[in-house]
């Protein structure tokens, strides 16, 4: 397949290490991922759905104690603890070679281990990242096949150096005490064992291309984020891109394929599809910063997807899908999850493997999950309705604007954007959520989670906003940073604004802000709009007063607020760039004198 030493070397090295008894080269043809799906079915390690009703799709489930990322196993491994920073785990690389080194070996004896070429962002571009995933999970080569480009090409594009990520991943024997996800940025490295679910084993997604690619685009000039990148199409044919950083379960993917409400489609609006989960930022030679997504699929969230809330996204899992912890309708062997539809089926097995009916309790009169909370959908990008002709630009789209967001229940307005750059970086480093009542502990706790990026920041915390910084003072053209919040309760904890396709609304006056078509009013946060210049023609039980409500800012919720920041800005000691000292000095300054 090559003749690259490096390869060849990293090959014959975890080969000697993990012993597997047979070393499979992925070639990305069509023939050997029939051949593969083959194997998996025969082994029970996927299952065929209804090839009429869900064409191409594969059911798998994975271990009942391994069904999501695992943050206090994941590991930023440099040589000196402070360049981890205070926002990550950390462990000495030679100590985590030699711990994992001694769990892992031998594990792969009668597996055969798969060599993968896969290429983060379009084969050959300036943005691409190239990586070597060995794995002993055909349901890995399968996912990497969707989520990423596998290609033998990526050998040739590599012309004999060792530019890539080695990245090694063995199930072991799925043991949650000695499952360590480990990331070395200064070796180019991930280390993943003994766990199968996706967050933790498709070591394209989080582990490189936002841990390792954000430590790359640190010491390269570039920037790695957890984003999603859309394109509004307006009346006249003009396509703007906006980039946007949610936590985890903010409704990223919603929002990336976002259908504007009927006041905007029939003006001829348009909302096209770039990423739901990672953009690559570069400046580009026109001074503006262009993204692309650099994966190739998507990995989501099943439960709460339906054809209302994101009929893009359902209509992407109607072939050549892989479903994982999903429930499995046994009338017609399709698939089904809380929230797809009110028709549940009559007779399914959940995501343990278990009967499952309607209205089932558990032992202690608890409904049971027919699909875990965590389900997932793998669906080739390719499937999206609502994809962009952009997305397979080499170059990237240019960004018009950036936007945080978090749950809020009452300190951020619906939408402020930020005085300038600085002030931007300082609005998303202060990013937060709370946790709400369907969470199991205390409800309105505050998770600070700069950027979306807490669990993905290969560095240290501080560094990453002083590169943030930097950036800034090498575009030329900058986007705009706004800040958002969908989640602003009432006095009855439910949510005062409608969210989903009605976003699109919020985007535009972002959108007009961009072009400087509309005023914007101070306040000690930022800019607000005017109520009246939030569009809400057609949307019932809203009006302009409730508009007003949304984009409160109280002054006593934000001296607390700041007081949080503090404390969170406290943890980067020195390392805390002395301008977003000044902006939390300005923030409480604005405060005192509104
Ligand atoms: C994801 C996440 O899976 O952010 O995208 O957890
Ligand atoms: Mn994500």
């Known amino acids: 397949m090559t003749n690259n030493k490096y390869v060849l070397d990293f090959v014959q090295k975890y080969a000697d290490l993990l012993t597997p008894d047979k070393i499979v080269w992925i070639d990305g043809s069509k023939q050997q991922k029939k051949e593969l799906i083959e194997q998996a079915i025969a082994t029970g390690e996927v299952m065929k759905l209804n090839n009429k009703l869900l064409p191409g799709c594969l059911y798998h489930r994975t271990a009942q104690n391994d069904v999501a990322r695992v943050e206090d196993r994941t590991y930023i491994c440099t040589r000196s603890k402070d360049d981890a920073g205070p926002t990550n785990n950390w462990m000495d690389p030679q100590e985590a070679y030699t711990k994992l080194d001694s ?41 990497m096949m969707i989520m990423t480009r596998v290609s033998p090409k990526i050998y040739d594009k590599l012309g004999g150096t060792d530019n890539f990520v080695k990245c090694i991943h063995a199930k072991v024997n799925i043991d949650l005490e000695n499952r360590y996800i480990c990331h070395f940025p200064e070796d180019n490295t991930i280390y993943s064992i003994n766990s199968g679910y996706g967050g933790n084993v498709l070591l394209g997604k989080k582990c490189l291309a936002l841990r390792i690619a954000s430590y790359q685009g640190w010491k390269e000039g570039w920037m790695a984020e957890h984003m999603l990148i859309l394109g509004i199409q307006k009346p006249n044919g003009e396509t703007k891109y906006v980039c946007g950083a949610f936590p985890s379960a903010c409704g990223k993917t919603n929002l990336a394929m976002l259908i504007p409400p009927e006041t905007y489609t029939s003006k001829g609006y348009k909302v096209f599809t770039v990423g739901d989960d990672i953009a690559w930022l570069r400046k580009g030679r026109d001074g503006m910063l262009y993204a692309i997504n650099p994966e190739n699929g998507f990995f989501g969230v099943a439960p709460g997807t339906n054809v209302k809330s994101n009929p893009n996204a359902l209509e992407s899992t109607r072939k050549n899908t892989i479903f994982t912890n999903v429930a499995i309708n046994l009338k017609n062997n399709t698939v089904w999850w809380e929230g797809l539809d009110k028709n549940p089926p009559q007779k399914a097995l959940d995501w343990k493997g278990n009967p499952w009916h309607p209205g089932m309790v558990d032992a202690d009169g608890k409904p049971v999950k027919a699909a875990h909370p965590n389900s997932r959908f793998t669906a080739p990008i390719q499937n999206c309705p609502s994809l962009s002709p952009e997305f397979e630009n080499p170059k990237g789209v240019p960004i018009s604007a950036i936007i945080f967001g978090g749950r809020r229940a009452k300190t951020a307005p619906l939408v402020y954007e930020a005085r300038d750059w600085k002030h931007g970086v300082f609005v998303g480093s202060i990013m937060a ?27 240290h915390m501080g560094d990453y906003f002083q590169h943030w910084l930097n950036m800034g003072k090498k575009i030329k053209n900058k986007p705009k940073i706004f800040n958002v919040n969908w989640f602003r309760t009432d006095e009855n904890g439910n949510f005062i604004w409608p969210g989903f396709g009605d976003n699109m609304r919020v985007l535009d006056w972002i959108l007009q802000r961009c072009e400087d078509a509309v005023d914007a009013v101070e306040s000690p946060i930022g800019y607000l709009p005017k109520p009246e210049d939030i569009n809400i023609e057609g949307l019932e039980g809203i009006t302009l007063d409730t508009i007003k409500g949304l984009l409160e800012v109280d002054k006593d919720t934000w001296k607390q607020e700041a007081k949080g920041i503090e404390e969170f800005y406290a943890k980067f000691g020195y390392r805390l760039p002395k301008e977003l000292r000044k902006e939390l000095k300005t923030l409480k300054s604005n405060l005192r004198k509104a």
């Open 103 to 143: 769990i892992a070996k031998g594990s792969m004896k009668g597996r055969t281990m798969y060599v993968i070429p896969f290429s983060m962002g379009k084969v050959g571009s300036r943005f691409a990242k190239y990586g070597i995933e060995l794995s002993d999970s055909i349901y890995v080569v399968l996912n």
């Open 433 to 459: 959520s709370e946790t709400t009542a369907a969470a199991a502990g205390q409800v309105g706790v505050v998770r600070r989670d700069p950027m979306a990026m807490l669990p993905f920041c290969g560095y």
